[in-house]
């Protein structure tokens, strides 16, 4: 575990994208400050001024700790470390080995530098590296190929329990006999390929860089189906509350937010189309003819989650044509409520106003019968209306 020489200034901030479910949320604002430029910053826009190709790293999240591991492999043996000091890597030339180095944290700019330096990247894309706001895509070098991609993950927020949608750019640098994987964080994404390589099964062994770098495409683009699941099922969810229950008030606050974020997502995930189109037409000899067979499957796979999260628009659109056509509906109903007790009442009122009238020479009036009848007529009336209604299928 490698920790950074000059610690920048701890930060919690995160970049979650909060999708609730029904009641809304107050924006959470962040706090703008200057910061030296070897610090981490938060947003690109302050690092205007600074020359191009500087080393700062920006991004929402920033992990302190700079933590190196290493696997090395091939057909006969694994090998998996984790190494405390650059200067300890090695393998990039190694013709009889794939090796594959995971970099989880990029708070620790000079160290970052270091290991690009070693790697023989050009600091254009070291800067790209660090500054983690970076859109999905493919860049073709003489000696290595760079790849910037998102990682997008759904869960629950401990707090109030809404639906959070958190971004990770994760970067690679594709060598001939090597794959760097440069991340924001350490977590468990990648355990299920580590476990696949010690398994000895598969192509995975007997393959080479190319083919890694396929495999942990592959595991970010199933991370991205377990996210259009959830956030379907949180569009179905608020469909279903439009049709089956009355609307509520926060609901068009809901379905805007939703639309903001199902923007967020689209800006990370359709790129990724492009991305695997980008490998496939590309004629760099670090990716073999044999393996773009499986990129085409992880193109594939890239098409369908575009295609889902563009439909996002179309179902959220018609979520506002439902709200609306609720409302619309309620009020007819209210309405038609309404109207029919009027109708009903406006004979009766007609009546009372009739006979309410102190005219002196109403024969009515001194009938022995009269006020029976008068009330016959109040019961018959509204009787009849209703039974009349009824026929006409207005009830």
């Known amino acids: 575990m490698i920790k950074s020489g000059k610690k920048p200034k701890e930060k919690s901030r995160k970049s979650r994208k909060k999708i609730q479910q029904f009641p809304t949320y107050p924006q959470k604002k962040r706090n703008k400050m200057k910061r030296h430029p070897k610090e981490s910053l938060t947003n690109p826009s302050e690092k205007t001024g600074l ?11 920033c992990q302190l700790e700079t933590v190196i591991s290493k696997v090395t492999y091939n057909r006969d043996t694994v ?8 200067e300890q890597l090695d393998g990039f030339d190694d013709n009889n080995s794939v090796t594959w180095i995971t970099v989880e944290g990029l708070a620790d700019v000079d160290l970052i530098e270091k290991i690009g330096t070693m790697a023989g990247i050009h600091p254009l894309v070291i ?26 993950n759904t869960f629950n927020d401990e707090e109030d329990g809404d639906l959070v949608v958190e971004h990770e750019q994760i970067s690679l640098l594709i060598l001939a006999n090597a794959v760097v994987v440069f991340r924001e964080r350490t977590d468990d994404l990648f355990q299920p390929l580590i476990r696949r390589i010690n398994m000895r099964r598969g192509k995975l062994r007997s393959m080479g860089a190319d083919y890694l770098a396929y495999a942990l495409l592959d595991i970010l683009v199933d991370q991205l189906f377990l996210l259009t699941d959830t956030v379907d099922d949180t569009i179905t969810l608020l469909e279903d509350r439009l049709l089956f229950s009355e609307p509520t008030k926060d609901m068009p606050v809901t379905i805007q937010q939703l639309k903001r974020e199902a923007i967020f997502i689209r800006k990370h995930v359709v790129p ?6 980008a490998i496939l037409r590309s004629d760099s000899k670090l990716i073999h003819e044999r393996t773009k067979i499986y990129f085409r499957d992880v193109s594939d796979h890239a098409l369908r989650l575009s295609e889902a999260v563009e439909s996002y628009r179309e179902l959220l659109a018609g979520l506002s044509s439902l709200y609306i056509s609720g409302l619309s509906n309620r009020m007819n109903e209210v309405m038609k409520v309404l109207t029919l007790f009027a109708s009903v009442f406006i004979p009766l009122t007609f009546l009372a106003g009739i006979y309410g009238m102190n005219f002196e020479y109403m024969p009515e009036l001194h009938w022995k019968w009269a006020y029976p009848i008068l009330w016959a007529l109040f019961l018959a009336i509204p009787a009849g209306l209703f039974w009349y209604f009824r026929k006409k299928k207005w009830l």
């Open 51 to 61: 020359p191009p190709g500087s080393i700062v790293h920006v991004g929402d999240f």
């Open 272 to 277: 990724i189309k492009e991305l695997t189109g």
């Open 127 to 152: 800067e790209d590296i660090l500054t983690t706001h970076q859109r999905p895509k493919l860049e073709i070098y003489d000696s290595y190929l760079f790849i910037v991609t998102s990682n997008l």
């Open 79 to 86: 090998e998996q470390e984790r190494i405390g000091m650059p």
